[in-house]
């Protein structure tokens, strides 16, 4: 394909040379000199461009190849295309190339120019805010500090009031152990009376004679007999330790 587009442009160059070369000019009488350098320097110029070609070219002899004299014409015509300007530079991408790379090697230098300054700001700011950022390490220990005492004082207080809690606790197992012992030496006290009472009820109601009973109800002071086996009762009712 771009055999047939070099092809292509080497025709529609001919063409344009034998416009040129065909074109009719004027008498160099009539038209003045500034106007017909124009028209003189064109014909010079095409028959310049035909002088190049055959002096490329040169005398082909009759045994080479068409393809051969095909390809010398082609290079003969690119050559003189490039000197006339009609013809791409073969280069241009080439060159396009070092000038997106020479972009981006400075477009890559200054952002590396602006990460270190930002790095040096970054790098600077805490500095600035040296103070400051002490005054607030300061605060938060001071905190924590304070808190600690108020928990250690809270601590304290527990314990003691859960050594209180114990002692009532003992105090209390203490106590009743006490009535307890006390509401059964106050039963044992309880039957022993209505048994010496019961005993007198007999002995009342075994006698014949109700007037010797109503003598025997006099000797209910004898019943102080028995007062011997309640002090010992209550001596040791009342020896029992209360605290």
């Given amino acids: 394909m771009s055999f047939l587009q070099d092809e292509d442009a080497a025709r529609a160059f001919e063409a344009a040379l034998s416009f040129v070369d065909e074109y ?3 008498d160099t009488d009539h038209v003045p000199s500034s106007a017909s350098s124009p028209a003189q320097s064109r014909p010079e110029s095409s028959a310049m461009v035909r002088a190049e070609t055959f ?12 393809k051969m004299q095909r390809r010398a014409r082609t290079n ?17 991408a080439r060159k396009e190339r070092k000038l ?3 972009f981006l090697r400075r477009k890559f230098e200054q952002l590396q120019l602006e990460l270190k300054t930002l790095q040096d700001q970054q790098k600077q700011k805490p500095r600035k805010q040296g103070p400051e950022g002490r005054s607030s390490q300061q605060g938060v220990l001071a905190t924590r ?36 012992r006390q509401h059964k030496l106050a039963e044992a006290l309880e039957t022993l009376v209505q048994a ?30 028995d007062i011997k086996d309640f002090k010992g009762l209550l001596g040791e009712l009342f020896s029992l330790p209360i605290g």
């Fill in 24 to 26: 009719p000019f004027q």
């Fill in 55 to 66: 002096q490329v070219l040169g005398p082909q002899p009759p045994d080479m190849d068409d």
């Fill in 145 to 180: 500090r304070s808190n600690m005492e108020v928990s250690s004082a809270w601590k304290e207080v527990a314990k003691r009031q859960r050594e209180q809690r114990d002692k009532a606790e003992k105090e209390n197992v203490r106590l009743r152990l006490i009535m307890e």
């Fill in 76 to 92: 003969a015509k690119k050559r003189l295309l490039r000197k006339a300007g009609l013809y791409d530079d073969p280069n241009r």
């Fill in 196 to 225: 010496r009472i019961k005993q007198q009820m007999a002995e009342f109601s075994a006698l014949p004679n109700p007037t010797l009973g109503r003598c025997f109800t006099g000797r209910t002071l004898d019943f102080r007999a």
């Fill in 100 to 102: 997106e790379m020479t």
